[in-house]
């Protein structure tokens, strides 16, 4: 429970320290709710930014940030749907009896969570690290240095 607290206290500090950066939204936390985060998420406007997700975390690791993530699983892209065998190989269960439809997992279903992972998703593995209120200061001068300089990047 404490690392939990940890990162939270840690998240809570990231999340002050660039919530004034243009086309970068923190994480948003409801009052009846929690986040262990295990990896503190980010979303990118790459529209206003100007600037691709790759370019700014390729800068964002030459500033020698360790830990950032470019997007993430899209669950109906595994192998497994797209190839549609969970289990043997013959296709169970997805040509079972119990299974009265064809479903259909192509790219492009789950656009939101597709865009997501292909372009705005930038999540910081908040896991990996005992971060010191230093250590996030830090981090938040990094963010600070490259988002000063995305015209650079561009």
Not at 22 to 46: A, F, Q
Not at 101 to 113: F, L, Q, T
Not at 130 to 137: A, G, H, R, T
Request: charged share 25%.
């Amino acid at each position: 429970k404490n690392n939990v607290l940890r990162k939270q206290k840690a998240a809570q500090l990231m999340s002050e320290g660039l919530k004034n950066l243009i086309g970068l939204r923190t994480p948003i936390i409801k009052k009846e709710s929690t986040h262990v985060y295990y990896v503190y998420p980010i979303l990118l406007d790459i529209e206003t930014l100007g600037v691709s997700r790759k370019k700014i975390a390729n800068a964002l690791k030459a500033e020698g940030l360790e830990g950032l993530v470019e997007g993430y699983a899209n669950i109906h892209m595994l192998p497994m749907y797209q190839r549609k065998i969970a289990y043997g190989s013959n296709g169970f269960p997805f040509n079972a009896e119990f299974c009265s439809r064809e479903v259909d997992y192509s790219k492009g279903i789950c656009p939101n969570a597709e865009k997501l992972h292909d372009e705005t998703f930038l999540g910081y593995e908040m896991c990996l690290h005992e971060l010191s209120e230093e250590d996030i200061n830090l981090i938040i001068e990094v963010f600070k240095k490259v988002w000063k300089n995305l015209n650079k990047l561009r």
